[in-house]
């Protein structure tokens, strides 16, 4: 059995093999299998000495070397801040979500995603983390006023059994925004309707949504003034422009005044900041 878990370790990182979706859709279950034969989960490390364990089906570096800089400010915030709840907007397949249950297992997570896919996967992804520790909100997260926290939970969890784990897979990466087409149907959520009340422990607002952070600030600004969660941003300059008709030096002008210092973590596609 070692030899046969060494060899599948040994071509998980072979990118060609996953993109040949005939032969992947024959092998894949084999190879899953053999990394994991008795379905209890991998060991992985992400950065920031963050240790998971995750379905097979996630096995691979692109997980462990994800955006590095900012799982390293998490793993040190969280630490500081034990107990803590962790919003994660734009959850996408749940990378940070799964962090965050491993590092504290006394952490809660709110994972939102406007992708039921997304969210079907994250809720995979997590599976192996203790506790009933996560919830999943669907939605496009924006300034327009929204229902509140239980009546969105309660209709994802009714729109979460309209698709199964296998579709949810296959479209796990559709990154659904607020200018994508054919979005009239998502609710869309507002940070001020979901949290009114002020917060009993720690708090980290995480958001990645591809250019519209503008949008969610605008509306958390109720609940950034009272409670002065800790913000993990993924900007993304040139969306925030072309899109939304904003800029990253005016979202940067926001958040001051809202009472933060800004620390630029990393520069790559996107800039990640961390708001104390």
């Not at 093999?17 to 034969?37: I, Q």
């Not at 709840?85 to 709110?110: H, P, R, T």
């Given at each position: 059995m070692s030899i046969i878990r060494s060899t599948a370790r040994a071509i998980r990182n072979a990118p060609v093999l996953r993109d040949l979706d005939v032969l992947w859709s024959a092998l894949g279950p084999v190879y899953f299998w053999a990394l994991d034969p008795f379905r209890r989960g991998l060991r992985m490390r992400f950065s920031g000495d963050i240790w998971v364990i995750v379905p097979s089906r996630f096995a691979g570096v692109a997980l462990e070397t994800h955006e590095p800089e900012a799982f390293v400010a998490l793993a040190a915030w969280m630490r500081q801040n034990p107990g803590a709840l962790i919003i994660d907007i734009g959850c996408s397949i749940g990378a940070l979500s799964v962090a965050a249950l491993f590092i504290d297992s006394d952490a809660e997570v709110i994972a939102i995603d406007s992708n039921i896919a997304s969210l079907l996967t994250t809720k995979e992804m997590c599976s192996r983390s203790s506790g009933d520790r996560l919830i999943l909100l669907h939605g496009?997260?924006?300034?327009?006023?929204?229902?509140?926290?239980?009546?969105?939970?309660?209709?994802?969890?009714?729109?979460?059994?309209?698709?199964?784990?296998?579709?949810?897979?296959?479209?796990?990466?559709?990154?659904?925004?607020?200018?994508?087409?054919?979005?009239?149907?998502?609710?869309?959520?507002?940070?001020?309707?979901?949290?009114?009340?002020?917060?009993t422990r720690p708090m980290l607002l995480k958001c990645d949504v591809e250019g519209a952070e503008h949008l969610v600030i605008d509306g958390a600004r109720a609940f950034l003034a009272r409670d002065k969660p800790a913000l993990l941003l993924s900007v993304h300059p040139l969306p925030l422009r072309e899109t939304y008709d904003h800029s990253a030096d005016h979202l940067r002008d926001t958040i001051i005044q809202l009472g933060y210092n800004i620390e630029l973590l990393a520069v790559d596609h996107e800039e990640h900041w961390l708001c104390m």
């Amino acid at each position: 059995m070692s030899i046969i878990r060494s060899t599948a370790r040994a071509i998980r990182n072979a990118p060609v093999l996953r993109d040949l979706d005939v032969l992947w859709s024959a092998l894949g279950p084999v190879y899953f299998w053999a990394l994991d034969p008795f379905r209890r989960g991998l060991r992985m490390r992400f950065s920031g000495d963050i240790w998971v364990i995750v379905p097979s089906r996630f096995a691979g570096v692109a997980l462990e070397t994800h955006e590095p800089e900012a799982f390293v400010a998490l793993a040190a915030w969280m630490r500081q801040n034990p107990g803590a709840l962790i919003i994660d907007i734009g959850c996408s397949i749940g990378a940070l979500s799964v962090a965050a249950l491993f590092i504290d297992s006394d952490a809660e997570v709110i994972a939102i995603d406007s992708n039921i896919a997304s969210l079907l996967t994250t809720k995979e992804m997590c599976s192996r983390s203790s506790g009933d520790r996560l919830i999943l909100l669907h939605g496009l997260v924006s300034n327009e006023p929204s229902v509140s926290f239980t009546v969105a939970r309660e209709r994802t969890r009714n729109v979460l059994s309209s698709i199964t784990l296998k579709e949810a897979y296959k479209f796990r990466y559709d990154y659904i925004c607020l200018d994508s087409p054919n979005t009239n149907d998502i609710p869309r959520l507002r940070v001020d309707d979901l949290f009114p009340d002020r917060a009993t422990r720690p708090m980290l607002l995480k958001c990645d949504v591809e250019g519209a952070e503008h949008l969610v600030i605008d509306g958390a600004r109720a609940f950034l003034a009272r409670d002065k969660p800790a913000l993990l941003l993924s900007v993304h300059p040139l969306p925030l422009r072309e899109t939304y008709d904003h800029s990253a030096d005016h979202l940067r002008d926001t958040i001051i005044q809202l009472g933060y210092n800004i620390e630029l973590l990393a520069v790559d596609h996107e800039e990640h900041w961390l708001c104390m």
